[in-house]
């Protein structure tokens, strides 16, 4: 199988509450290797970019008040089938319903405080990047 990019961002909940190390163990442990890597904190202006998809739904504002409440872990990992794989990692979007073992179940508090964000896609893996990092940032 190819092997492929995908983009994540430890939310401000897991950062806050001191869980960037032990998730990025888990992501290493589970195959993926780190191709960028940058602790950082949005804007309100760059939450609502990058959640544009999601502008005019009812959860919008409270997303983007807590994307941009404190720092946020971006990176880029790179694995076989590395889009399909990370999502099954990090569990289902609402917590309550994540499997067992995964980084939502571990880590995230609710629906709204996830932990995690996994791109849903290889070509919006690829959006999500270069949102977030240069080409001299990856390796
Ligand atoms: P994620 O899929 O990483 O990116 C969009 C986020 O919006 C999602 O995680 C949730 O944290 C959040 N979200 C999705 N649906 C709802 C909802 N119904 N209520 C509150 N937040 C939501």
Do not use: W
Not at 18 to 29: D, N, S
């Amino acid at each position: 199988m190819t092997r492929n990019r995908t983009f994540t961002m430890i939310k401000p909940d897991a950062v806050q509450n001191g869980h960037i190390g032990p998730i990025l163990e888990k992501i290493t442990a589970s195959g993926f290797k780190i191709i960028a890597l940058k602790l950082k904190k949005l804007s309100i202006e760059d939450a609502k970019k990058f959640y544009s998809v999601h502008e005019g739904k009812p959860f919008f504002e409270r997303l983007i008040k807590f994307m941009s409440s404190g720092p946020i872990v971006a990176a880029i990992l790179e694995k076989e089938n590395a889009v399909e794989d990370f999502r099954t990692l990090i569990g289902t979007t609402n917590p309550e319903n994540a499997a067992n073992g995964t980084i939502r179940k571990l880590y995230a508090t609710s629906l709204s405080c996830n932990a995690i964000h996994g791109a849903d896609s290889n070509e919006n893996a690829a959006i999500e990047s270069a949102f977030h990092f240069s080409d001299t940032e990856c390796f």
